[in-house]
């Protein structure tokens, strides 16, 4: 998820405030990590030279003058469009334990050892995780649980394998030696 689209999607809801952005943020999509204030006025500032944000009127304040944001007929198009655009599955962190592994192996490491502790941490998120969803007060925080609870399964499962191929992949990956 990136973070101009979702200001742009809540700024489609009315006008707001970068503070108020930010508490719509953080109380819809913070949960795993609440946004910093800093990001989104760079972000603001960002789609107001974009031209998908505008600045609809300025209020003093005890501090600053504050800034009201409108999204722009630009940014609501924008916004259509990322919506309608299917995203590609991200398998980031299967790459990077196939990579950790083969490495691993290539080495004369321990690679048994290396997806055991994987194992453990990721079996540690889960727990984590189902608690999360059990003391979930809302259906958004309980649907974001389940959705990371299902990538941490996923991860385990390919763990799994990997450990039953291991012998397999260091024959290959001892044959491959210097090439």
Known sequence: MTVSYTLLGLLEEGDRHGYDLKQAYDRHFGAAKPIRFGQV??????LVRDGRVEVAGVEP?????????????????????????PEDPQPQLQAVLFTKVTLALMSGRPA???????????????????????????????????????????DLRWIEHAAGR??????????????
């Open 41 to 46: 006025y760079r972000t603001l500032a960002q």
């Open 166 to 179: 291991l012998p397999a992949l260091a024959e290959e990956v001892g044959d491959a030696g210097g090439s």
């Open 112 to 154: 048994a050892e290396f997806l055991d502790a994987q194992r453990a941490r990721h079996l540690a998120a889960m727990r984590a995780l189902t608690a999360m969803r059990r003391e979930a007060v809302s259906a958004q925080d309980a649907l974001l649980a389940d959705y990371q609870l299902f990538h941490v399964e996923a």
């Open 61 to 85: 304040g005890a501090g600053p003058d504050r800034k009201r944001y409108a999204i722009t007929p630009e940014g609501v198009t924008d916004l259509d469009r990322w919506l309608a655009e």
